[in-house]
């Protein structure tokens, strides 16, 4: 059984922070490909960081680079998202996601395993 736990969404004024946590269990944390993914409502699910299970590779798409930090910690079987400076347009459900093995961790379809989601509501 693979279990993602998304914890840390709440209610936070623009230019606030969260920091997201995704626990693992089920799967092999330390080989998989992780992401972080967000849907608002009436939108498309979109990448918003991936972190790469090879040292040193993160990506970050551009509405959210240089406010959002993903990282990993391999002895938790846990990934990060650190959010600063929050907009209302970053307002969405956050979804944890693991992709077992993968090499290309930008790919979107790649990634099979997935949390529950955490609400995350920015007030202007």
């Known amino acids: 059984q693979v279990q993602l736990v998304e914890s840390g969404g709440g209610l936070v004024q623009a230019g606030g922070s969260l920091k997201l946590s995704c626990a693992a269990s089920?799967?092999?944390?330390?080989?998989?490909?992780m992401g972080w993914f967000r849907q608002a409502p009436g939108k498309e699910r979109e990448l918003v960081a991936a972190i790469s299970w090879r040292i040193g590779s993160a990506y970050h798409s551009d509405s959210v680079k240089g406010r959002f930090t993903i990282s990993r910690d391999n002895a938790k079987n846990t990934v990060y998202l650190q959010m600063n400076s929050l907009e209302p347009e970053d307002t969405a459900v956050y979804y944890c996601a693991a992709a077992p093995y993968l090499f290309d961790y930008t790919r979107a379809e790649e990634y099979k395993f997935w949390g529950q989601g955490t609400q995350v509501t920015v007030s202007s």
């Open positions: 089920g799967v092999t944390f330390s080989t998989s490909a």
